[in-house]
């Protein structure tokens, strides 16, 4: 575990058999478990394909939703392993602090955003519109494909898109933590992303009204919008 701690839960999910078969290797690929050159052809060009659309989903997941440009980049960061996270660190070789600071596990993405027990309060927290919970996801990726579509109910309801604010509210207090060793609780984190994102989605409602002055505000005279302008 010390020498490959990116691999721990892989590792953990090993079980060994009950009837005590001796261990083997087999291919999944085919029926028989037997390795083929065909079976091999067809699952390499099969798992190609799936990982190109899991990419283009995600990155519609990120690009194509209404949020700030700088959450955008945060998240894209965040799914392309380009955080300063332990797990990251330690596929570099910086062995040094790749425990989570909350409880001591590695510090993957999955375990700060997701699975963490500080980051399941902040979860237990919130209800969302289609029984979305992030902490029952197994990768990061999977729980933002999901947030697409899930909306946040009261009381800390939010008309708009809240899930990237929350964990960007995770991440800058996992910060403050490390570096300024000021912890925040979690229901400090939640009310903070929701400030931010009301504050932010009020800033743009405020932008296209204003566009629309300096567009029609001519010689003194509001033209009115044509059809379909809004
Ligand atoms: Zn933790």
């Known amino acids: 575990m010390d020498i490959l701690p990116q691999h721990v839960p892989e590792i953990l999910r090993i079980k060994p058999s009950v009837t005590g078969v001796t261990d083997s290797y087999m291919w999944l690929a085919s029926k028989s478990g037997v390795f083929s050159a065909k ?37 894209w960061k965040l799914v392309q392993g380009a955080l300063a996270l332990g797990e990251n660190m330690a596929k570099r070789g910086l062995m040094a602090n790749v425990e989570c600071r909350y409880c001591g596990e590695l510090e993957t993405a999955e375990h700060i955003f997701l699975h963490c027990s500080h980051t399941r309060h902040i979860w237990s927290n919130t209800i969302w519109s289609s029984n979305f919970n992030p902490a029952n996801y197994d990768s990061f990726s ?30 800058t207090a996992r910060n403050l933590y490390i570096f300024e060793n000021r912890d925040s609780t979690p229901v ?6 929701i400030r931010n994102a009301r504050e932010w989605h009020q800033a743009q409602a405020s932008i296209i009204p204003q566009m629309w002055l300096d567009l029609h505000l001519t010689a003194g005279r509001p033209t009115a919008p044509g059809d379909g302008v809004f």
């Open 39 to 75: 079976s091999g052809y067809y699952a390499a060009t099969a798992a190609e394909a799936y990982a190109i659309v899991e990419h283009q989903r995600t990155f519609k997941a990120i690009w194509n939703r209404k949020t700030s440009p700088n959450l955008q980049l945060f998240l």
């Open 142 to 171: 999977a729980a933002l494909l999901a947030s697409v579509s899930g909306i946040m109910l009261p009381p800390w309801g939010l008309a708009g898109d809240i899930f990237p604010w929350i964990v960007w509210g995770i991440w």
């Open 188 to 193: 400090e984190i939640l009310t903070k992303a």
